[in-house]
């Protein structure tokens, strides 16, 4: 499955890169298309809040955009991506961070 091999590399640039605003990530050998995380921005106005998401990516990724749950209760918030460039060389920690950059 072409997604398992594309998240193991991401998930080691992940680990490899000191990105302080993924913390505990956790993902499971039987299941490498939900990743659980604790995001904690370290910029305004965000940066003294941290936040469990769980990314929930399809089989089909790179080329459809995996789905981050916040977990609210016994519910999640789901946010959709409505533009997904996944086939670009760039890997998601990267596109993280530019986020988080602003």
Same mark, same amino acid.
């Given at each position: 499955? #072409? #997604?398992?091999?594309?998240?193991?590399?991401?998930?080691?640039?992940?680990?490899? *890169?000191?990105?302080? *605003?993924?913390?505990?990530?956790?993902?499971?050998?039987?299941?490498?298309? !939900?990743?659980? +995380?604790?995001?904690?921005?370290? +910029?305004?106005?965000?940066?003294? !809040?941290?936040?469990?998401?769980?990314? !929930?990516?399809? #089989?089909?990724?790179?080329? +459809?955009?995996?789905?981050?749950?916040?977990?609210?209760?016994?519910?999640?918030?789901?946010?959709?991506?409505?533009?997904? *460039?996944? !086939?670009? *060389?760039?890997?998601?920690?990267?596109?993280?961070?530019?986020?988080? +950059?602003?």
């Amino acid at each position: 499955m #072409a #997604a398992t091999r594309r998240l193991q590399k991401e998930l080691g640039d992940l680990k490899n *890169s000191g990105n302080k *605003s993924f913390r505990n990530v956790q993902v499971y050998e039987s299941n490498l298309l !939900v990743w659980h +995380k604790l995001l904690v921005p370290d +910029k305004a106005p965000y940066y003294k !809040v941290a936040f469990l998401v769980d990314l !929930v990516f399809p #089989a089909e990724y790179p080329f +459809k955009p995996s789905h981050p749950r916040f977990p609210v209760g016994p519910r999640f918030i789901t946010l959709t991506l409505t533009e997904w *460039s996944g !086939v670009s *060389s760039h890997h998601l920690s990267r596109d993280v961070e530019a986020c988080h +950059k602003g």
